[in-house]
């Protein structure tokens, strides 16, 4: 409940001598980025001009900057191609599509190639997938994370933040590690994911990091699907004000999305149960 949240969150001492407020919130029970909640903000007007860009970014990933432009002129709205420019990097969208990668890459990343071409993919805990995508609010935005199952769909973590800092995609990644050791973890090349700190902790658990391709869309196809999900059938329709109302709302919607959403492309299972089940289901081309 939202208001157990804001009870945890009160008693952080961020200034205690002896605990720090990471440790302070495994002893709470709150997730740390719980815990860091004001929400990021722009003007109004770009907060809306955020939201039209992130639906239509969804319907089309392959527009850039010049196209979303485009799209919101003819929607009404006086913006240049600059603006827009800023609002997708805040955002961090990036168009699908062949020629150079504006995605920044940490700077002391290392170079892997993308393993999963032409795999045919056999079991659970195979492959793993992990992105992150932007969160409207109603006076602000977050950006959420998650660690996702490629043959099963299954959600195994997921985290929320104000920043694109990476801590939060580690922490996420902590957590899935804490339940299954998969062979493979593909990533876009984005610096929440190419930091040597992200990298170390796969290599450490003996696991092979493959890159998203330069300019493939399908790459990630199957994170790209569930945000697409999590967006049409809750973030857009509850609208939510407060984080803690949209951690609570995640919360219901993941174990949802888990456990009782029959999917199209599992042969109408949940990915919970073929998760459990660790064998492959069939895997088509139908909805996520």
């Given at each position: 409940?939202?208001?157990?949240?804001d009870?945890k969150?009160?008693l952080?001492?961020?200034?205690?001598?002896?605990?720090?407020?990471?440790?302070?919130?495994?002893?709470?029970?709150?997730?740390?980025?719980?815990?860091?909640?004001?929400?990021?903000?722009?003007s109004?007007?770009?907060?809306?001009?955020?939201r039209?860009?992130?639906?239509?970014?969804?319907k089309?990933?392959?527009?850039?900057?010049?196209?979303?432009?485009?799209?919101?002129?003819?929607?009404?709205?006086?913006?240049?191609?600059?603006?827009?420019?800023?609002?997708?990097?805040?955002?961090?969208?990036?168009?699908?599509?062949?020629?150079?990668?504006?995605t920044?890459?940490?700077?002391?990343?290392?170079?892997?190639?993308?393993?999963?071409?032409?795999?045919?993919?056999?079991?659970?805990?195979?492959?793993?997938?992990?992105?992150?995508?932007?969160?409207?609010m109603?006076?602000?935005?977050?950006y959420?994370?998650?660690v996702?199952?490629?043959?099963?769909?299954y959600?195994?973590s997921?985290?929320?933040?104000n920043?694109?800092?990476?801590?939060?995609?580690?922490?996420?990644?902590?957590e899935?590690?804490?339940?299954?050791?998969?062979?493979?973890?593909?990533?876009?090349?984005?610096?929440?994911f190419?930091?040597?700190?992200?990298?170390?902790?796969?290599?450490?658990a003996?696991?092979?990091?493959?890159?998203?391709?330069?300019?493939?869309?399908?790459?990630?196809?199957?994170?790209?699907?569930?945000w697409?999900?999590?967006?049409?059938?809750?973030?857009?329709?509850?609208?939510?004000?407060?984080?803690?109302?949209?951690?609570t709302?995640?919360?219901?919607?993941?174990?949802?999305y888990?456990?009782?959403?029959?999917?199209?492309a599992?042969?109408?299972?949940?990915p919970?149960?073929?998760?459990?089940s660790?064998?492959?289901?069939?895997?088509?081309?139908?909805?996520?």
């Amino acid at each position: 409940m939202p208001a157990a949240i804001d009870r945890k969150r009160a008693l952080i001492e961020p200034e205690h001598p002896h605990l720090s407020i990471c440790h302070q919130c495994e002893l709470l029970g709150l997730n740390r980025s719980t815990y860091y909640l004001p929400l990021a903000t722009e003007s109004e007007e770009n907060l809306r001009l955020m939201r039209l860009i992130d639906q239509q970014f969804l319907k089309t990933p392959f527009y850039g900057s010049r196209r979303m432009t485009a799209f919101l002129e003819r929607s009404g709205a006086a913006v240049n191609r600059k603006r827009v420019q800023r609002l997708m990097a805040l955002m961090g969208l990036e168009a699908l599509h062949p020629g150079p990668r504006t995605t920044t890459a940490a700077p002391d990343a290392r170079a892997y190639p993308y393993l999963l071409r032409d795999r045919e993919l056999t079991r659970v805990d195979e492959v793993w997938s992990s992105d992150i995508t932007y969160v409207p609010m109603r006076h602000g935005f977050m950006y959420l994370t998650a660690v996702i199952d490629w043959v099963s769909r299954y959600v195994l973590s997921w985290r929320l933040s104000n920043t694109l800092d990476g801590g939060f995609c580690l922490e996420a990644l902590d957590e899935a590690l804490s339940r299954g050791r998969p062979e493979i973890v593909n990533t876009d090349q984005g610096a929440q994911f190419t930091s040597r700190e992200y990298t170390g902790h796969l290599e450490e658990a003996g696991i092979a990091v493959s890159r998203d391709g330069r300019g493939r869309a399908l790459d990630n196809v199957f994170v790209e699907r569930l945000w697409r999900s999590v967006k049409y059938e809750d973030i857009y329709i509850k609208d939510y004000d407060r984080v803690p109302e949209l951690v609570t709302g995640l919360t219901a919607y993941f174990r949802f999305y888990d456990e009782d959403r029959p999917h199209q492309a599992l042969d109408y299972r949940t990915p919970g149960e073929v998760y459990r089940s660790g064998v492959r289901a069939r895997l088509s081309g139908g909805e996520p």
